[in-house]
């Protein structure tokens, strides 16, 4: 049965998933569990998993890492666990919602002289 919703991760955004069934059947066989993120979770993984992985994620593969987060800190993956996060989609497809979390871009001339003047700039902006 779908269920309608509204999120910042519009690329999984679906009423009614096309192999929803089939995904439920591998959640139950393999003994695992699904979970929900709130949107403000998934905004808030997009700059811990750059900072953290050195990949600009869109919201919807920011919503794997927050779920992985959220589970970690519920109790559900423990320290010793192994996961895996897959991360599809480039930031680069939802920047308007990276802006939300990150705040604008500095712009930057071509030169080293600039870069360090920005790096002063961001340096004594934290």
Known sequence: RGQEGKTVADSISVSLPRD???AMRAVRESRGFAMTVTDREILN???????GAN??????GAAAYAGLAKCAAAGSVREDDSAVVVITGSGLKDVDNALKVAGRPHDVGATMASVRRTLARMKGEA
């Not at 993984?45 to 900072?51: E, G, K, L, R």
């Not at 990949?55 to 919807?60: K, R, T, Y």
């Open 45 to 51: 993984a997009i700059p811990t998993v750059a900072q």
């Open 20 to 22: 929803g069934t089939a």
């Open 55 to 60: 990949v600009f994620a869109e919201p919807a």
